[in-house]
T-cell receptor, first 117, second 119 residues
């Protein structure tokens, strides 16, 4: 399995500010994904990030609100911009395709718990 | 449309009871994958199992077992002799191939079942 770390693990932010979440993987991976889990809810995919190309966003999510970077095969960032209380969620990154793992298996980072006041 | 339904919102059992978590899915793909994840109170998602659509064999791993039935589009999860440490939210998920040539796969999650195991 891949070892995934996220920073910060949690944060409390003021309305109107932005927060950048980092995701680091211990091996090179092709695909990285960002999910949002609102309180008491299931996980919803925000976007898929390929190294060297623009992220692909799901319906209801836009780049201006959730810009994503993928500078190399082990790292990605998600920024939550101009935050409002509705953005309070757990944000998780996941990876697919670490070496030696069957195609299509995904592993998740520990998540970033964001509270917006 | 791709969809995963976990009709059981919450289940409460007493330790050592067996419990089955239901999962029903909808997909138009002929090749797909089904997953179960565990999310303990700490919040981290723990991968439990992946099953592809061509493999209908049931699987057992210790106290865990999975029953995959394509005829009813179900992928149910049973915990035998439950323990307090099994208390968590359990998510069933379906992979959907997207992108050019189906090269990208995203997970569609059910709403989760909160399992509470009482001592």
């Amino acid at each position: 399995s891949a070892v995934i770390s996220q920073k910060p693990s949690r944060d409390i932010c003021q309305r109107g500010t932005s927060l950048t979440i980092q995701c680091q993987v211990d091996s090179q991976v092709t695909m990285m994904f960002w999910y949002r889990q609102q309180p008491g809810q299931s996980l919803t995919l925000i976007a898929t990030a390929n190294q060297g190309s623009e992220a692909t966003y799901e319906s209801g999510f836009v780049i201006d609100k959730f810009p994503i970077s993928r500078p190399n095969l082990t790292f990605s960032t998600l920024t939550v911009s101009n935050m409002s209380p509705e953005d309070s969620s757990i944000y998780l990154c996941s990876v697919e395709g670490p070496p030696g793992v069957p195609y299509n298996e995904q592993f998740f980072g520990p998540g970033t718990r964001l509270t917006v006041l | 449309a791709q969809k995963v339904t976990q009709a059981q919102t919450e289940i409460s059992v007493v330790e050592k009871e067996d419990v089955t978590l239901d999962c029903v899915y909808e997909t138009r793909d002929t090749t797909y994958y089904l997953f179960w994840y565990k999310q303990p109170p700490s919040g981290e998602l723990v991968f439990l199992i992946r099953r592809n659509s061509f493999d209908e064999q049931n699987e057992i791993s210790g106290r865990y077992s999975w029953n995959f039935q394509k005829s009813t589009s179900s992928f149910n999860f049973t915990i035998t002799a439950s323990q307090v440490v099994d208390s968590a939210v359990y998510f069933c998920a379906l992979s959907e191939a997207v992108g050019y040539g189906g090269a990208t796969n995203k997970l569609i999650f059910g709403t989760g079942t909160l399992l509470a195991v009482q001592p």
